[in-house]
């Protein structure tokens, strides 16, 4: 009885660690400027890509400059569909296929904008410095 | 009158106390029935002349359906149980690791495009049992139809209903949308709490499933169980579950709201929200008729600690993913 006792607490916390590193995120912040910001006529446009999570998750803007996130979907029928972003008072269900365009306002250096779905298992977040 | 005590198996659940006594109490010349969970003894006041091995045996007889028997002399009880939950906990676990595992791995987020049909919602129904909304609806689903086949051996009624009234309410509701328009807003806010509430439960019933309050490890107060003893004999209750799960927070059916939405037509709306509850039907059946059979195996302790941890980590995910969505903590998974 002890030995199996053992063995399965071996087995469950093998199976804990395995799944945690396979659930974690090891994708580290690429560079400084990401790809998807666009700057026209002194407006910051970031593009976010929704589907089965978004993507990318972390983008680094610039502080100071009027804001404008443009969410895509394309086919989108998971979770990442039903988006809240918070702090720009945002709850909508996205049409499956298209563009949504939330003012973030303007964003002070430091801040951070969050959009999460509706069920909290997929995220995403802007940071401005 | 005379009282009696009686040795008692089988009790594995707080809420066998209310239903023994119940029970026993509508026998003609039995008065004050009182079990004593901790110690395993149930005593009676009875005015029947019968010998107490003959009464052990009739009043055995009423409630060995429920899996409860009574005995003269403390019968010597296995105890293999408390080996099972070693073989249950990595089994649970090693579940609940292929459901994180299959979400990650992006296999269900394949697209869709077009426009909705009942044919592509069933398809999406089909995906959406298996997503990442299995954390909630489906652990749900597992966690009551466990509980209801650990208390009452082999009745599937509570769990058709529940079936039926999600069907029922997907239908109506989804013909309701595409009749109405865009004037039911769906509110976030309200979904997200549903989805806590409905993660508690589930963590509360996995640690029942796991036998934590077996051994009063934990003591709830019985009310609590004999509300949910309550709620598994109402006809209602199962149903309305039922219906519940359409508001529950989960994106595929969400999605599937706003197509049902802009469907433009009672009839659409409805066909796109019933082919999409019949395709999460599979899954969701497999789970509640499954724990039913497989509480009248050999394995059933096995199933029920397995089912337990299972559950009890769907529902801290769900729980944990609920408050991050509700923007009370910070997002810890992104899977």
């Not at chain 1, 983008?59 to 989108?76: A, H, N, R, S, Y």
């Not at chain 2, 979400?103 to 398809?123: E, W």
């Not at chain 2, 979904?191 to 589930?202: D, F, N, Q, R, Y």
Request: with cysteine.
């Amino acid at each position: 009885m002890q030995k199996n006792t053992i063995i399965s607490i071996i087995i469950s916390v093998a199976i804990i660690g395995g799944t945690l590193y396979f659930v974690s995120d090891r994708t580290t912040p690429s560079g400084t400027q990401s790809q998807n910001v666009e700057i026209r006529d002194g407006v910051q446009y970031v593009t976010v890509t929704a589907k089965g999570g978004y993507s990318p998750r972390t983008t680094q803007l610039k502080g100071g400059l009027p804001t404008k996130l443009i969410v895509k979907t394309d086919g989108t029928y998971d979770c990442s569909a039903s988006l809240a972003v918070r702090s720009a008072g945002f709850q909508k269900i996205l049409q499956p296929t298209g563009e949504e365009i939330i003012d973030l306002g303007t964003p002070k250096s430091g801040e951070k904008v969050q959009g999460v779905c509706s069920m909290g298992m997929y995220n995403f977040a802007v940071n401005f410095n | 009158m005379k009282t009696l005590t009686f040795h008692v198996s089988g009790t594995h659940c707080a809420s066998c106390k209310i239903f023994i006594e119940d029970t026993l109490n509508e026998q003609i010349g039995i008065n004050r029935t009182n079990v004593d969970l901790k110690r395993e003894i149930v005593s009676i006041d009875t005015t029947l002349d019968e010998s107490q091995h003959k009464l052990a045996e009739i009043l055995t007889e009423k409630i060995k359906h429920n899996g409860y028997s009574l005995s003269v002399e403390k019968k010597t009880r296995e105890r293999k149980d408390n080996g099972v939950i070693w073989q249950a906990l990595p089994i649970g676990l090693a579940f609940l690791a292929l459901f994180f595992i299959i979400q990650k791995s992006g296999v269900l987020n394949f697209g869709l495009g077009g426009t909705v049909t009942p044919v592509t919602s069933f398809i999406i129904g089909l995906v959406a049992s298996v997503s990442s909304c299995l954390a909630v609806v489906g652990g749900l689903v597992l966690s009551l139809s466990a509980t209801v086949s650990q208390d009452k051996i082999s009745d599937v009624k509570p769990m058709m209903l529940f079936h039926g009234g999600r069907l029922i309410s997907f239908a109506v509701l989804g013909g309701v949308l595409g009749a109405i328009g865009s004037a039911i807003g769906i509110s976030f806010t309200l979904t997200a709490i549903l989805g806590i509430i409905a993660s508690v439960v589930m963590i509360v019933l996995g640690l029942n499933l796991v036998g934590l309050f077996e051994k009063n490890l934990i003591a709830l107060p019985s009310g609590f169980f004999s509300f949910f003893r309550k709620v598994e004999h109402k006809t209602i209750a199962p149903f309305l579950v039922g219906v519940g799960t359409f508001f529950l927070p989960c994106g595929f059916t969400q999605a599937m709201q706003v197509a049902a939405l802009s469907s433009g037509s009672f009839l659409s709306g409805l066909l796109i929200m019933t082919a999409f509850a019949l395709g999460t039907l599979p899954m969701l059946a497999l789970l509640s008729f499954g724990s039913a059979s497989f509480a009248q195996s050999k394995h059933s302790p096995l199933f029920f600690k397995s089912a337990g941890v299972l559950v009890i980590g769907l529902g801290a995910f769900a729980l944990l993913a609920g408050l991050a969505g509700l923007g009370i903590i910070d997002p810890l998974f992104n899977i």
